[in-house]
């Protein structure tokens, strides 16, 4: 499998690269059931929302492989992980196309559309990083190192390939844009890590910081933009992301320094009016490893669609108020 793309099958079963290991070890899991695939989402083995839909897709296919019922199939997935939408997109789609086809060629259908998923994003999220690029061209004009900003990771492993806000960043440097990044830690899960881990591979300066120190950089006028992913945005533009990322907006639109969302269209949940309506999931105590203390671990936060400059999709950069016009 090539080391930038996270998903790949291989004779009639699904290889991921275990995200629990990394940045310290490189390690591929061979996915042979619909339980290896929902095992592998719930414990963030993969994560990020494309590549947790990709992954479902693939789930799909397993668990058909196995003659397991289709319904069986879909609520095991569904009850994964909940707040990122592609999961439910990537499911919804499955069924949609499965229940059009004849039940004896139901397997090869589903590993068709799976695949489908899979090429689809590798081509958004490219798309993703051209638009993101004519974005960040001007910013850089008449300046020095252009300073971005990220949160959580939103790079090639949180995707099938090239990432959702990372993708400009990579077609930036790509592009021979002086850029430098500072990269969020992401406490509890620290997705920072493997931020910074993608961004040295490809030789892009980065800089990793304590979520907490994104409010001084801003104030001291060391950030130029901030670009981060989406877990699922609301029809009117609310976004959820990883949780951090909504103080990260709030400072920014206090010293006036564009905050963008990077996402593909798969992001959108059109069915949701607002962010008030985002589940948001609440995740084990132990991951802040506090002991025995009371503990609250909320997973993601929502930034309301007035912090957003710009939602930066493959179908070019819309205003958070606009997605209707790139519903598809
Ligand atoms: O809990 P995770 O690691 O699956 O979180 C999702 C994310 O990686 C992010 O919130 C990301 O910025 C959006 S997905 C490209």
């Known amino acids: 499998?090539?080391?930038?793309?996270?998903?790949?099958?291989?004779?009639?079963?699904?290889?991921?690269?275990?995200?629990?290991?990394?940045?310290?070890?490189?390690?591929?899991?061979?996915?042979?059931?619909?339980?290896?695939?929902?095992?592998?989402?719930r414990v963030?083995?993969?994560?990020?929302?494309?590549?947790?839909?990709?992954?479902?897709?693939?789930?799909?296919?397993?668990?058909?492989?196995?003659a397991q019922?289709?319904?069986?199939?879909?609520?095991?997935?569904?009850?994964?992980?909940?707040t990122a939408v592609n999961l439910h997109w990537a499911l919804d789609r499955m069924q949609r196309v499965l229940e059009k086809s004849a039940l004896a060629g139901r397997q090869d259908v589903a590993w068709r559309e799976a695949r489908k998923i899979a090429q689809e994003d590798e081509a958004a999220n490219a798309a993703i990083g051209q638009?993101?690029?004519?974005?960040?061209?001007?910013?850089?004009?008449?300046?020095?190192?252009?300073?971005?900003?990220?949160h959580c990771n939103a790079g090639w492993l949180a995707t099938v390939a090239?990432?959702?806000?990372?993708?400009?960043?990579?077609?930036?440097?790509?592009?021979?844009?002086?850029?430098?990044?500072?990269?969020?830690?992401?406490?509890?899960?620290n997705q920072g890590l493997l931020t910074a881990w993608e961004l040295a591979q490809a030789g892009v300066p980065h800089t990793l910081i304590a979520?907490?120190?994104?409010?001084?950089l801003m104030m001291q006028g060391k950030v130029d933009c901030i670009i981060v992913g989406?877990?699922?945005?609301?029809?009117?533009?609310?976004?959820?992301?990883?949780?951090?990322?909504?103080?990260?907006?709030?400072?920014?639109?206090?010293?006036?320094?564009?905050f963008y969302v990077a996402a593909p269209v798969s992001t959108v949940d059109y069915a949701c009016p607002d962010g008030s309506r985002i589940p948001i999931e609440e995740?084990?105590?132990?991951?802040?490893?506090?002991?025995?203390?009371?503990?609250?671990?909320?997973?993601?936060?929502?930034?309301?669609?007035n912090l957003i400059a710009g939602i930066i999709t493959e179908h070019g950069i819309v205003a958070p108020g606009e997605l209707a016009s790139i519903k598809p």
């Open 211 to 216: 979520d907490n120190a994104a409010g001084l």
């Open 131 to 150: 638009h993101g690029l004519a974005m960040l061209r001007p910013l850089a004009t008449n300046k020095g190192r252009l300073n971005l900003m990220t």
């Open 44 to 66: 963030m083995q993969v994560r990020g929302a494309p590549l947790i839909g990709a992954t479902a897709a693939y789930g799909v296919a397993l668990g058909l492989s196995e």
């Open 162 to 189: 090239h990432g959702t806000a990372i993708s400009p960043m990579y077609a930036a440097h790509a592009n021979g844009l002086d850029i430098h990044v500072w990269v969020s830690e992401t406490r509890p899960r």
């Open 283 to 305: 995740r084990a105590a132990d991951e802040l490893g506090a002991g025995d203390v009371p503990v609250a671990n909320p997973a993601f936060d929502v930034t309301p669609a």
């Open 1 to 41: 499998m090539s080391a930038l793309r996270t998903i790949a099958e291989e004779d009639g079963a699904v290889v991921i690269l275990d995200q629990t290991r990394l940045p310290k070890e490189t390690a591929f899991v061979r996915l042979h059931t619909l339980a290896d695939a929902a095992h592998a989402i």
């Open 230 to 258: 989406a877990d699922r945005i609301a029809a009117n533009g609310d976004t959820a992301n990883k949780v951090g990322t909504y103080l990260k907006a709030l400072a920014a639109q206090a010293h006036k320094v564009p």
């Open 69 to 82: 019922p289709l319904e069986t199939i879909l609520s095991t997935l569904a009850a994964t992980r909940p």
